[in-house]
């Protein structure tokens, strides 16, 4: 069993609230696009980003009270990634020129949905989901299946901590030290950068994108039959 794992694009609209007024659009842009995939947003926990403070290895398991908080508001603790291991739990996280994670562990029937972006991959946060998941649920990195979002490259976007390289490339690495056999990582390769189908805000603070500070998403959820 796969869970479903899906990502918006630009024409599902923006994921992300930023004012009040834009609560309504926003929520019907989250409900349609999960709806395409027969998730319900009273299902779905969104993993809430903050950038306050200096720990960006903030993980935490949500249970079935979990249900539905971030979605409409922001009504649940900030988070780096969450965990789920409910069928039926729908993970949700909108990114932009961030990477998303989706981490399944088919034994322990254990989801993750992680956040790697640049304060959280230089405190090695791909490395450090993995040590989680062996920690907290004994899974084995070999056997993990890991989904990932698009991400800039590094002509636009260099990660000046590892030498300028590109985002993507550090997450793989960080994978790769954790045990994680790179073969099951299945990747979307469209750069945020340049493919405008999805959301950048790097080329947004440029002002190279008339389309807003918007951000796309990737929700993962384990799906009973």
Request: charged share 25%.
């Amino acid at each position: 069993m796969n869970p479903v794992v899906e990502i918006s694009n630009i024409h599902d609209g923006n994921m992300l609230i930023r004012e009040d007024e834009l609560n309504l659009r926003v929520n019907e842009n989250r409900a349609s696009f999960l709806a395409k995939h027969g998730i319900d947003m009273k299902q779905t926990t969104r993993v809430n980003i903050n950038y306050h403070g200096d720990n960006y290895l903030r993980y935490y398991e949500v249970s079935e009270d979990h249900r539905g908080n971030g979605m409409y508001y922001d009504d649940i603790i900030a988070a780096d990634a969450l965990v789920t291991r409910h069928m039926n739990h729908a993970l949700f996280l909108p990114v932009a020129d961030c990477v998303g994670a989706a981490i399944f562990d088919i034994e322990k029937n254990v989801l993750m949905l992680s956040h790697l972006g640049r304060h959280s991959l230089e405190q090695n946060g791909a490395f450090e989901s993995i040590q989680f998941l062996i920690k907290h649920y004994g899974s084995d990195p070999a056997k993990l299946k890991i989904w990932l979002t698009p991400a800039p490259g590094s002509d636009v976007y260099p990660m000046y901590r590892f030498h300028n390289r590109s985002i993507k490339s550090v997450v793989f690495e960080q994978f790769s030290k954790a045990g994680v056999d790179v073969d099951r990582i299945r990747d979307n390769t469209a750069d945020t950068t340049k493919d405008r189908d999805y959301f950048s805000h790097s080329e947004f603070l440029k002002g190279n994108r008339p389309d807003g500070d918007g951000r796309y998403a990737i929700v993962a959820m384990m799906k009973s039959e």
